[in-house]
């Protein structure tokens, strides 16, 4: 525990340390009450944390995302992309011809730290270059790599010839 | 003397183990709610504060012990 006292100059030892009594050793020491006392501070942090998100999550908006025409039917050919931008300019997504008359689309930023996804013909894959992220190409879902999450994922309608996005699954407005 | 630093070890070693629970706790919960799950938020929350009452709790007893010497 941390002693209060100012220690009697030892002898031969100069007269400045007696003057200047600032003991280097004592104001670092830290004793367990204060350790235990920062780490129940810290304990609080996380329940605050814990209960940010709890208020986000009831406080958030319900999404509403806009009907966009994003492509026409043949335009890309079978295991082409094309990159289009919803749900707003600054999102950027991918739209992937799988077959004949298969369509998928996800946003193209990484779930783990938002490097852009790539589309990899022959291994039939989502790959995240940063990282060796790598995401299903059926559903988004992690294969491997450090993401944790599977990509958003852009709900397509065929209308016709027109491929239009509905809106947006698996993502979270911030 | 020797069992109050025992004791001040447990409780130590404890809470560091109830706080390495409460990091993982608040990051799975916040990766759930990122992902777009939100039914995890209270219990997650309810058992964050059930375990920082309990470091509290045991800091409690951390002070009760210096005091008592």
Redesign the interface.
Same mark, same amino acid.
């Given at each position: 525990?941390v002693d209060n006292k100012t220690p009697a100059p030892r002898e031969g030892e100069s007269l400045w340390r007696e003057e200047f009594s600032v003991f280097q050793e004592r104001e670092r020491f830290v004793s #367990? #009450?204060q350790? +235990?006392?920062f780490?129940?501070l810290? /304990?609080?942090g996380?329940?605050a944390?814990? +209960?940010w998100? +709890?208020f986000?999550?009831w406080f #958030?908006k319900p999404e509403s995302y806009p009907r966009e025409a994003i492509a026409r039917a043949g335009e890309i050919p079978v295991g082409g992309v094309k990159l289009f931008r919803y749900p707003n300019p600054k999102e950027q997504c991918l739209l992937v011809r799988t077959s004949e008359d298969e369509y998928v689309a996800y946003s193209q930023k990484c779930?783990h730290l938002s490097c852009a996804v790539y589309y990899s013909r022959e291994e039939n894959e989502l790959i995240c270059p940063c990282h060796n992220g790598r995401f299903s190409i059926r559903d988004g879902a992690v294969i491997q790599g450090p993401p944790?999450?599977?990509l958003p994922h852009v709900v397509l309608e065929r209308q016709g010839q027109e491929l239009i996005a509905i809106g947006m /699954?698996?993502?979270?407005e911030s | 003397m020797r069992r109050r630093t025992t004791a001040l070890d447990g409780v130590t070693a404890l809470v560091i183990l109830l706080l390495m629970v409460q990091v993982w706790l608040l990051s799975a919960t916040l990766d759930a709610f990122l992902a777009g799950h939100t039914d995890a938020a209270l219990p997650g929350a309810v058992f964050s504060g059930m375990l920082f009452a309990a470091t509290a709790g045991l800091y409690w007893f951390v002070r009760h012990i210096d005091r008592s010497r």
């Open positions: 525990m #367990r #009450r350790l +235990v006392k780490l129940t810290t /304990s609080l996380m329940f944390g814990n +209960v998100i +709890v986000k999550a #958030r779930t944790t999450r599977a /699954s698996g993502k979270l | -």
